[in-house]
């Protein structure tokens, strides 16, 4: 599919668009997510997109981005949020309900314990 010049995290990273942050980097920021799922429900992004409107277009020139959204900034989310149980989610395509195409991060986690599995409703 085609998928939006911009979309509305570039307004995010902006400024255009208020949110509620919870970490920034050079590389990566951090906003809790509008419709919760639990009591922590974050979102990590790449301030710049690149070609990461997906998880599955990436490629060896992303490995700096991925590495440093996995290895940096999670980390300091997960800790700022006191989380030690999480789940880290990437829906890659709208039949894995991706909505926004600039790649993020989900964190869920916190409260309750978390229930699994996903999937196809059935
Ligand atoms: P996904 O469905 O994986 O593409 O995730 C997109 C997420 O963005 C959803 O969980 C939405 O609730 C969230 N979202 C949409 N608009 C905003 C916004 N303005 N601020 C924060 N989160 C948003």
Redesign the pocket.
Known sequence: EAPPEVT??DK?VKGE????KVYEDEVCLA???????AKT?V?VIPKVREGLTQLQHASAEHKFILGHMLGVAVPAVVKSEGLNSYRL???DGAD??????HL?M?IIGGGKPLSWPPGVPR
Do not use: E, G, S, Y
């Open positions: 509305l995290f995010i668009i208020p949110c509620n906003f809790r997510d509008i419709a919760p799922v429900h979102l989610v990437v829906n894995a309900c991706q909505t926004v195409f993020h989900h």
